[in-house]
């Protein structure tokens, strides 16, 4: 599953791994389930930094870092239902949009922060990765 993000990760330095148990930790923290292939990220990488493609950059924070930052940002307020898990080291926050079962990857700006502003960039995190990759 993760073999597929390799050639988007050229650019990017990873943060390194964590344990199940901490993921769970968040799952318990946040009240969500997060998606397995993102679980398999954080397992595997923890976070990441860096540049994807040409014109993308990308901030995944890693698991002890989510929980932080969703409480300090108040999400919960402010875009209910979203789940913060990185931003493109700027004004915009991607996320998880728990509204929706399917559960897919959004960006929002940090400010205003409003639910009406989300729009849809994936429904996975592979697909969330060549999104960033193709940004003209």
């Known amino acids: 599953m993760l073999k597929n993000l390799d050639k988007y990760l050229t650019d990017v330095e990873t943060k390194g791994t964590t344990t199940i148990q901490n993921i769970k930790i968040v799952e318990k923290a946040l009240e969500i389930s997060l998606p397995l292939d993102f679980k398999l990220f954080l397992e595997k990488y923890n976070g990441a930094e860096g540049g994807i493609g040409e014109n993308s950059y990308i901030q995944i924070w890693s698991a002890e870092d989510i929980v932080k930052r969703n409480k300090r940002l108040d999400v919960n307020e402010f875009a209910p239902g979203l789940v913060l898990i990185g931003s493109d080291g700027g004004g915009t926050a991607y996320a998880y ?25 994936a429904k996975d995190l592979a697909g969330f990765f060549e999104y960033l990759y193709n940004q003209k």
């Open 97 to 121: 949009d728990t509204r929706d079962g399917s559960m897919p990857i959004v960006e929002i700006p940090f400010i205003p922060m409003r639910l009406k502003e989300v729009k849809i960039c």
